[in-house]
Every structure is written in structure tokens, then in C-alpha cells.
């Protein structure tokens, strides 16, 4: 079952505009993390998040998570041709053993 | 170098054939796991393996099996019982327990003829 899922599915925005993206989840969690995965490639971790933690930042990353509506953003600030890729949130959630649960993701183009 | 490696990149098999995926990694990582994605969505969890010589069934095992007889390797094989096998299947490892980020290797894409 996914437990986390992704808003908007698709996302097209221009070199320099910032892509934000929103993952909504059923169950608590230990921890959030994000994903990002370029076309037929693996999966590349971005950042987590655990879940007595409000935002977190990494570079031009920005995380947030509100455990009170069981959801979180990914804000990519100044966008780059290079961050086109699928975005994928993966809760952890209580009493899982580290077993992640990946939403369909979001897609984001960017263009020069 | 350190990371996680699969082979093939690519395979093809006929109906009725098992298959074996390879997965190495050299990051002294207890954990391990494999993933299919199907085109548009996420990853499903196929089997994880917490220690060698254990390996517990994920969300949708059926199918496969696997063995983890080294700390280095987590084969997966794709039997003929999986009904719906063409998918891309990515191999997963982690240093150890929940929360910890999950180290990824390039994929393998398996197409049934």
C-alpha cells in the first residue's frame, strides 16, 4: 500500500522559479524522507525529516512537516535544468522497522 | 568506490523462465532491499533483509525469492509464478535499523518476451 502521496502528479516550471511539491500521508510516522530519481536511473537520497522536527534545510532544499495534517513540502528554490527529475516522499512509518512506503512521486521538468 | 551495483542493466526472459537479479554493495550496510516500479509509480517493497542468513516478505513477494548468504549480496530471483514480472527492479541498502537513509544502485530492467 502507498502511504505517502505526492501533489501535483506533474509539475513544468522555468530555470529560476522555485518547484514546490506536497506529500500527504495516512499513519504516524518515525520519519520522512525525500527522493529524487532521474529517468530510469536509481533513487537519490535528499533529505529526512523525523517527526519532532518542523522544517529542514539542505542547499537549496527546504523541508517542512506537519505531523498535525500528516503532511510535508519539498520547496526547490532557484531551479536548474539538472534538478528536472521525479521527486518521491517515503514515510516511515510507527512499528515498521525502517520499512519505507514510496508515493507515486512528482514529476518536475525545468526548463532553460 | 564505494556504493551499490546491479546486473544487468538489462534483461529480457521468455515466460517460464526464472531469472536472477544481482545486488552488491561494498558499504558494510546490515540492511537490504528490493524494489519494483512499474512506469508512473512509486516503489513497492518486494523483500528486506535485516542480517545475513534472514529475510523477511515486503508488500508484494509472491513470486520472487531471495537469499542473503554474504552481508554483500541480495539476489533476487524472479520465478515464473510472478504473473506480471516486466518492471524496474532497484536494490536498496541501509547502514541498519529505522531512521536511516536507504543508499540505492541503478536498476535493473526486466522485460518478459
Known amino acids: 500500500s502507498q502511504q505517502g502521496e505526492e501533489d501535483p502528479q506533474a509539475l513544468s516550471i522555468q530555470e529560476g522559479e522555485n518547484a514546490t511539491m506536497n506529500c500527504s500521508y495516512k499513519?504516524?510516522?518515525?520519519?520522512l524522507q525525500w527522493y529524487r530519481q532521474n529517468s530510469g536511473r536509481g533513487l537519490v537520497h535528499l533529505i529526512l525529516i523525523r517527526s519532532n522536527e518542523r522544517e529542514k534545510h539542505s542547499g537549496r532544499l527546504r523541508v517542512t512537516l506537519d505531523t498535525s495534517k500528516k503532511s510535508s513540502s519539498l520547496l526547490i528554490t532557484a531551479s536548474r535544468a539538472a534538478d528536472t527529475a521525479s521527486y518521491f516522499c517515503?514515510?516511515?512509518?510507527?512499528?515498521?522497522?525502517?520499512?519505507?512506503?514510496f508515493g507515486a512521486g512528482t514529476q518536475v521538468v525545468v526548463t532553460p | 568506490d564505494g556504493g551499490i551495483t546491479q546486473s544487468p542493466k538489462y534483461l529480457f526472459r521468455k515466460e517460464g523462465q526464472n531469472v536472477t537479479l544481482s545486488c552488491e554493495q561494498n558499504?558494510?550496510?546490515?540492511?537490504m532491499y528490493w524494489y519494483r516500479q512499474d512506469p508512473g509509480q512509486g516503489l513497492r517493497l518486494i523483500y528486506y533483509s535485516q542480517i545475513v542468513n534472514d529475510f523477511q516478505k515486503g508488500d508484494i513477494a509472491e513470486g520472487y525469492s531471495v537469499s542473503r548468504e554474504k552481508k554483500e549480496s541480495f539476489p533476487l530471483t524472479v520465478t515464473s509464478a510472478q504473473k506480471n514480472p516486466t518492471a524496474f527492479y532497484l536494490c536498496a541498502s541501509s547502514i541498519s535499523t529505522s531512521p536511516d537513509t536507504q543508499y540505492f544502485g541503478p536498476g535493473t530492467r526486466l522485460t518478459v518476451l
Open positions: 517515503a514515510t516511515d512509518a510507527l512499528g515498521s522497522w525502517g520499512k519505507l512506503q
Open positions: 499513519t504516524s510516522i518515525n520519519n
Open positions: 558499504l558494510n550496510h546490515d540492511a
